[in-house]
C-alpha cells in the first residue's frame, strides 16, 4: 500500500506543479470513504504534507476509515474536516474501491458535486461500475486516474470518466493481468491500413459490393459507396436502385442495380437504406450466400431479426460483420445489451458466429473467439445521421482487401471516429487534420461544430494519410 500511495502522491504533486506553478503550499483536499482505495489517499496525503501541501481529508465513513492511513496523515499534520475547505487546488477521489458496485451515496454525491477543482480518482472514479465503465446514480468524473499494477476495464470502456490514467508500479505486473480488451493506437491502425504494392491492381487490392440506398434513401448509398472508394484504392461495384445517385456523385463506382449483375466481388457492405420489403430480403440472402465476408448494417440487422431464417444462406464459416445501434442490438437478440456492452457484444458474436460491432460512445467489436476490442470515442461528433452509412462502407472496403474481421471493424471505427473529428474542427486540410491523431485525441470533444456525414466522408482521406504518417508510413 505505501508504494502505491507515494506513486500516487507523486503524480498528485505533478499535477499540483503542471497546474499552479508550484508544489508546497498548496491545497490538496482527500475525499475518503472505507477501505484501500480511502487507505492510499489517507498515506498519500501524509507524504503530500512533508512536501509543504495543506491537506484535508473529508472523512465519509469515520467508523470504517483505514487505521492506519488515518494516523499516518494526523501524524504528518494532516487535518480533518466534514466539508470541503473554501481554498483548494486539488482533490482526490479516494470514496470508493474496486469492490464498490451503485452509485454515490448521498452524503458523497453532494461533496462531489460542490468539486469545482480537478478531482484525481484512486484506482477508479468512484460510482462508477469498474468491470463494466458504466455509472447506475452520481459518480465522479475524474480530471486523471492513479492505478497500480495494472489497467483495469472501467480505463478503457469509460475514458472519459477516468481522463488520463497513469499506471503506478507496484511490484506486481507479473502477477496482475491487464483486461482482455484491446484499444488499437492510431499507430496500430495505420500500419495495418492497406497499401498497393508496386504490382498491385485494382483487383488485388480489393474489389468491395454495395447493396444499400432505395428510392426512399439515396443518401445512404451515396455516403456507404463514397466512403469504400475513399477508403482504400481498390474497386467499389454498387448494385441497387440508387444507381444513378451514386453514379453520378462518384463516377469511380461501377454501378449495377441487381446484386445478381454486380459483378464478382471479394466483400459486400449490405443494409444501409436499404429496405425491409421482399426484395431487399432476396438481396441479403444473395449477398450472404456469396462466400465473401460481409458487412450487415441497419436494414439488414432488421432483416435478420425479422428473419433468421436468412442466416441459413450463409455459408458456414464465411465471415460476418454486424453493427448494430443498442435498438437494433435488442431487436438482433432480443434484449437490449445493458450496462455489461462486453459481455452482451461477446455473448452475440458467439451465438451469431460473427464479430459483433456494438455502436456507442465506447464501440465494442467482440469476435466468436472471444477477443474484444474497444474504441472509446474523444468526442460525440459521430452522432450525426448517415455516419453509420460511411463506416459501413470504410470497413466492407477493409474486407474487401482481406483484412481479419475484427480488426477491420476496429480499425474502421477509428478512421470514422477521427474523420468527424477533422470535419468538426474545419474540414479536410484544416490545421486539425495536419495536427494528426495526438492532437485531436489532447483536445478530446473540445471545440468544434457539428459535423454531417457527408463532411465525415469528406475527411477520411485525410483521417486515414494522418493515422498511415503515426505509423512512419
Not at 114 to 119: E, H, Q, S, T
Not at 453 to 460: D, K, R, V
Amino acid at each position: 500500500m505505501r508504494r502505491a500511495a507515494f506513486g500516487l502522491a507523486n503524480r498528485t504533486a505533478a499535477a499540483l506543479a503542471e497546474r499552479t506553478g508550484g508544489v508546497s503550499g498548496r491545497n490538496v483536499t482527500l475525499m475518503v470513504g472505507a477501505g484501500n482505495n480511502g487507505g492510499d489517499a489517507l498515506l498519500a496525503g501524509a507524504y503530500l504534507r512533508r512536501r509543504g501541501v495543506v491537506v484535508t481529508a473529508v472523512l465519509l465513513s469515520p467508523d470504517r476509515v483505514h487505521p492506519q492511513g488515518l494516523a499516518a496523515l494526523r501524524g504528518a499534520g494532516g487535518r480533518i474536516c466534514d466539508q470541503l475547505p473554501d481554498r483548494v487546488h486539488l482533490v482526490l477521489d479516494g470514496i470508493v474501491g474496486l469492490s464498490g458496485s451503485g452509485g454515490l451515496r448521498p452524503a458523497a454525491a453532494r461533496l462531489v458535486a460542490a468539486v469545482r477543482v480537478p478531482i484525481i480518482a484512486v484506482d477508479s472514479p468512484s460510482g462508477v461500475n469498474p468491470d463494466t465503465g458504466t455509472a447506475d446514480g452520481p459518480a465522479v468524473t475524474a480530471t486523471e486516474t492513479v492505478t497500480f499494477g495494472a489497467r483495469k476495464p472501467v480505463h478503457l470502456l469509460a475514458p472519459w470518466r477516468c481522463g488520463p490514467v497513469h499506471l503506478v508500479d507496484i511490484g506486481l505486473f507479473a502477477e496482475l493481468a491487464e483486461p482482455d480488451l484491446r484499444v488499437l493506437t492510431a499507430a496500430e491502425v495505420g500500419a495495418l491500413w492497406p497499401v498497393p504494392s508496386p504490382t498491385s491492381d485494382k483487383y488485388s487490392q480489393g474489389v468491395v459490393g454495395i447493396a444499400a440506398g432505395s428510392a426512399d434513401y439515396p443518401g445512404a448509398a451515396v455516403l456507404c459507396a463514397g466512403a469504400a472508394v475513399l477508403a482504400t484504392s481498390g474497386m467499389v461495384r454498387f448494385a441497387g436502385t440508387a444507381a444513378d445517385a451514386v453514379r453520378g456523385r462518384w463516377p469511380e463506382v461501377v454501378a449495377t442495380g441487381s446484386v445478381s449483375d454486380a459483378g464478382q466481388v471479394q466483400a459486400w457492405a449490405v443494409g444501409p437504406g436499404l429496405g425491409t420489403g421482399a426484395a431487399s430480403r432476396q438481396v441479403l440472402a444473395h449477398v450472404l450466400a456469396a462466400g465473401v465476408p460481409v458487412v450487415a448494417d441497419a436494414d439488414a440487422i432488421t432483416l435478420l431479426a425479422r428473419h433468421p431464417e436468412l442466416a441459413d444462406s450463409r455459408d458456414p464459416g464465411t465471415p460476418l460483420v454486424l453493427t448494430p445501434h443498442d435498438r437494433e442490438f435488442q431487436r438482433l437478440t432480443g434484449k437490449p445489451p445493458g450496462i455489461d456492452r462486453v459481455g452482451s457484444a461477446r455473448e452475440a458474436a458467439r451465438r451469431f458466429d460473427a464479430v459483433l460491432l456494438l455502436k456507442g460512445n465506447t464501440t465494442i467489436v467482440a469476435a466468436p473467439d472471444g477477443r474484444v476490442l474497444v474504441n472509446p470515442a474523444r468526442s460525440s461528433w459521430p452522432a450525426t445521421a448517415g455516419s453509420g452509412d460511411v463506416l459501413t462502407g470504410v470497413l466492407g472496403a477493409l474486407l474487401a482487401t482481406g483484412l481479419e474481421p475484427a480488426t477491420a471493424a476496429a480499425a474502421a471505427v477509428h478512421a470514422q471516429e477521427f474523420a468527424a473529428a477533422i470535419a468538426a474542427r474545419g474540414g479536410p486540410g484544416s490545421i486539425a487534420a495536419r495536427g494528426g491523431p495526438a492532437g485531436i485525441a489532447a483536445r478530446g470533444g473540445a471545440g468544434g461544430a457539428p459535423a454531417p456525414a457527408s463532411a465525415i466522408q469528406a475527411a477520411l482521406t485525410d483521417a486515414i494519410r494522418n493515422l498511415r504518417s503515426t505509423s512512419g508510413g
